[in-house]
């Protein structure tokens, strides 16, 4: 199995960006490997993002860029199945940015989150820190990837040992689902446009124009228009 876990400026998978990628592969209750990286795409991030999960825009610069992070990841995986904990969300993320690069991402899943609403309906939450809590894994850094990464993985093998025999079948893994949206390149106008802004507010964003989408062009430059202000001619 494969727990993953995805760090992102936001909640759109086919708008926002991807941080940083952790990820934990186990069998039996061992871990046999682990794959971290920050993917580096020159982007400003949210200061809320920032306050959640303390990662910085320095710490992505020493990134790796997109492509070679997603790659990376599906060499990783290989065919195992993959965990997280509202894996959906995660997986959603993953198989589009791997459809914008033309990368194929087709995983079956195993999600913690819904097997804590199945099994533990005494918590009042069944957030991935209160089953860690309840469980009594210890999370050193919460809300990062790779540590949420290991904690799901850490969490689905104390509920597997406590309802496994009873519910096996909750914890096969099943085929994950998401509808690919069809993404358009940044447009010639947009990376003029973005260029322009950059160097006008001298903002430090190393733009990778390969990967980058009309969208999330787009959204750059209503950032940068809300934070900077626009070009005064």
């Not at 009042?124 to 469980?135: F, G, I, K, T």
């Not at 909750?170 to 947009?190: D, G, M, N, W």
Request: aromatic residues 8%; contains cysteine; negative net charge.
């Amino acid at each position: 199995l494969i727990a993953l876990e995805l760090d992102t400026t936001a909640l759109s998978p086919e708008k926002d960006h991807i941080l940083e990628i952790g990820a934990v592969k186990g069998a039996g209750g061992r871990i046999q490997d682990t794959y971290s990286v920050f993917v580096k795409e020159g982007i400003e991030i949210p200061p809320f993002i920032t306050e959640l999960t303390g990662i910085t825009e320095e710490m992505v610069r020493t990134g790796i860029p997109l492509r070679e992070a997603v790659e990376g990841f599906l060499t990783f995986a290989g065919d195992g199945d993959i965990l997280g904990h509202n894996i959906s969300f995660d997986y959603g993320f993953l198989k589009q940015n791997a459809a914008n690069l033309d990368l194929s991402c087709e995983k079956n899943g195993i999600d913690t989150l819904k097997l804590a609403r199945k099994f533990l309906t005494t918590l009042e939450s069944r957030s991935l820190e209160a089953v860690c809590c309840h469980y009594g894994v210890i999370q050193e850094k919460k809300h990062r990837a790779f540590e949420d990464a290991l904690s799901a993985y850490r969490v689905y093998e104390c509920m597997k040992k406590e309802f496994g025999e009873t519910d096996a079948g909750a914890f096969c893994p099943e085929p994950l689902i998401y509808r690919v949206k069809k993404q358009s390149p940044v447009t010639i106008s947009q990376k003029r446009y973005l260029n322009d802004l950059i160097k006008y507010h001298r903002i430090e964003l190393a733009v990778d124009w390969e990967t980058m989408t009309k969208s999330q062009a787009s959204q750059m430059i209503d950032r940068i228009l809300s934070n900077y202000g626009r070009i005064k001619r």
